[in-house]
């Protein structure tokens, strides 16, 4: 899985510490971009930081395809 080469696990934690964080800081930036934009950005960081994640153990058991 050559897809980021290694970033995806950093931009997945990155983008979901921030959708934890951000509506905690300032609600007003959640509701500007709308509510459904938010959910969508939280399952793509979410899915990157999985596949990061699924990649780590892959290349550490040894099972890359």
């Known amino acids: 899985m050559k897809f980021l080469n290694g970033f995806k696990t950093i931009i997945g934690l990155a983008g979901t510490v ?36 699924i990649h780590k153990a892959e290349k550490r058991s040894g099972v890359t395809p």
Do not use: E, M, N, R
């Open 18 to 53: 921030l959708g934890v964080i951000l509506p905690k800081i300032d609600s007003a930036i959640i509701t500007g971009v709308g509510d459904h934009v938010y959910g969508i950005a939280q399952g793509v960081f979410g899915l990157l930081l999985t596949l990061g994640l």
